[in-house]
Every structure is written in structure tokens, then in C-alpha cells.
């Protein structure tokens, strides 16, 4: 294997799994919540473990045939942290768009005196 500037190992993203593959089924059922506010929660069957270079990733196959990686944070064990997950990423969205429609609010256009 190459090793980088850093010193690190450089592993490309070719499938390879955990060494410690026992802690964990190499197929699962996952949700994510990746894409909650646009297309909801998804559920993914046999989603496969893999090792992306920096950090563990889940390849699934999406509805039209294309894979995909989900990196930690977007997939979930069960719905219901799912959906946890799905709340609180509306939440964060509406106060964004709060603080969005508060600023425009502010703003005032014309000749000043």
C-alpha cells in the first residue's frame, strides 16, 4: 500500500471490509434519513459494510439501480432513530429559515433622506 505525506496508509474505497467484521452482519437493514426533508426516510435492505478510507460507510442500492455510499450519521439500526434523526433535522431547517425570513424582514430598499 502507498503511504501518503502524512504518514498514513492510502486505502481506496474497493469494497474492502473492517478487519473486525465479526462486531458487525456484513448485510443489514438500515433507514436513512440522508434525504428526509426531500424524499423521506428509505429503507435499504442488505446494505453491505465498507471501509472508505477515513471512516466506516454503508454501500446500498437505491430504487433506480444506482449505489450509494451512507456515511455515519445518515443511516440508522432502527426507524425509530430514523426518525429522531428526520425531527431533528427539521427543526435545525425551520430555525434556519426563521433567521432567513427574520434578516429579509429587516431589510429595507429606497431613497434614504
Request: proline share 2%.
Amino acid at each position: 500500500m502507498k503511504r501518503e505525506a502524512s504518514g498514513r496508509e492510502d486505502r481506496q474505497d474497493s469494497g474492502e471490509r473492517f478487519e473486525d467484521a465479526s462486531a458487525l452482519p456484513k448485510t443489514r437493514t438500515v433507514w436513512t434519513s440522508k434525504h428526509a426533508l426531500t424524499r423521506g426516510i428509505e429503507r435499504f435492505d442488505n446494505a453491505e459494510e465498507v471501509w472508505t478510507g477515513h471512516h466506516r460507510a454503508l454501500r446500498v442500492v437505491d430504487r433506480h439501480g444506482k449505489r450509494k455510499l451512507l456515511h455515519p450519521g445518515e443511516w440508522h439500526l432502527t426507524e425509530a432513530d430514523a426518525v429522531r434523526k428526520a425531527n431533528e433535522l427539521r427543526a435545525r431547517a425551520i430555525d434556519t429559515h426563521r433567521r432567513s425570513i427574520a434578516k429579509l424582514e429587516s431589510l429595507h430598499f429606497g431613497a434614504r433622506r
